[in-house]
């Protein structure tokens, strides 16, 4: 494929499920980022993935976020115990560079808790 | 930490008009700074960027933005809109040197009317 793709499109869910989003990068691409855009919060960054490295979590809101990587590829970003709150669009970005080079955005996961 | 600040959530303008958005910036170190673009309905696209160089750097699409150091600015002009330049708009920052993970303003939404 030639660009991100994320699945599923749309997520719907009761509040108290666990949900696992997928992110699948452009090939190649080392540097992985997750996003969440959001009405009240608008764009922010959640975690980021270089490599074989430890991953910056610092922008996860709770411990019900977690996140990872296998293979140096694939994401999954799974939420624990949702809440209404986590209702969001979850975007994921690859980049081949980590300094400077640009994020190439998948088409985002609209999460849904009821 | 950095910040981004964009002062317009939402712009109005006739079509053929020049339009500019506003951004401004606060960080302690030195920033990469970027204009990223949202359509309806699609996923975030990189518009242009300012790593070095020049402070004006242009799109394919006629839009530019100048980075002013001393104002801590990164406005984005267009001399002429279409209708198709309607879109959400979002300014981001990420630290020289560092990984570059992104921070967001709040966007603001350009509508071009006929």
């Known amino acids: 494929g030639a660009g991100v793709s994320q699945s599923p499109s749309n997520k719907v869910t009761e509040k108290g499920k666990d949900v696992e989003l997928r992110c699948d990068p452009i090939s190649g691409h080392t540097a992985l980022y997750w996003y969440r855009q959001s009405l009240g919060q608008g764009l922010e960054f959640l975690i980021y993935?270089?490599?074989?490295?430890?991953?910056?979590k610092s922008g996860l809101p709770s411990d019900r976020f977690s996140a990872e990587r296998t293979g140096g590829s694939v994401s999954t970003l799974t939420i624990q115990r949702t809440q209404q709150e986590d209702s969001a669009v979850y975007l994921c970005?690859?980049?081949?560079?980590?300094?400077?080079?640009?994020?190439?955005f998948g088409p985002g996961t609209r999460l849904t808790v009821l | 930490a950095q910040s981004v600040t964009q002062l317009d959530s939402q712009v109005p303008v006739f079509e053929e008009a020049p339009v500019e958005l506003r951004c401004n910036y606060s960080?302690?170190?030195?920033?990469?700074l970027f204009w990223y673009v949202q359509y309806p309905n699609q996923g975030l696209q990189l518009l242009l960027k300012y790593l070095s160089g020049s402070t004006l750097v242009e799109s394919i699409n006629g839009f530019e933005a100048e980075f002013n150091k001393s104002q801590t600015s990164f406005h984005l002009r267009k001399p002429s809109v279409h209708i198709s330049d309607t879109a959400e708009y979002f300014c981001?920052?990420?630290?020289?040197?560092?990984?570059?993970?992104?921070?967001f303003g709040a966007g603001t939404r350009l509508a071009v009317h006929p």
């Open positions: 960080s302690s170190v030195s920033v990469y």
């Open positions: 970005a690859s980049s081949l560079a980590p300094t400077g080079g640009q994020q190439f």
């Open positions: 981001a920052v990420t630290r020289v040197g560092g990984y570059n993970k992104l921070i």
């Open positions: 993935f270089q490599g074989n490295s430890a991953p910056d």
